[in-house]
């Protein structure tokens, strides 16, 4: 169940602009999972679900935050933008020139 609670905070989370970035924590998590699994030799530790817990408590939180700020972008650098960015450093350069 958590998973698929997971699976739709990360789909909110790209929606809000976070893209790539709303995968992380689940990767992360996967990873961390793996390498617990991975490195116990086939022996689960005693304390595996209370982990489990924690580290599914921390993506919840993580995708939480993710989804209620959204992500801050910067103004797209358009080339009308560029142009007129253009216009006035030649602007400058003439008025200079011309003194």
């Known amino acids: 169940m958590i998973l698929l609670l997971e699976i739709y905070m990360t789909y909110a989370a790209w929606k809000k602009g976070w893209r790539g970035w709303a995968l992380m924590p689940l990767v992360a ?18 304390n595996m679900f ?5 580290v599914d408590g921390a993506v ?3 995708l939480g935050v993710m989804i209620a700020t959204g992500r801050q972008s ?6 009308e933008n560029l142009a007129k960015e253009d216009d006035e450093t030649v602007g400058a350069d003439s008025e200079a020139a011309a003194a």
């Open 50 to 54: 209370a982990i489990a817990l924690l």
């Open 74 to 79: 910067l103004p797209a650098e358009t080339d």
């Open 29 to 46: 998590a996967l990873a961390l999972g793996f390498a617990i699994g991975m490195g116990s030799g086939g022996e689960l530790p005693e």
């Open 60 to 62: 919840l939180v993580a």
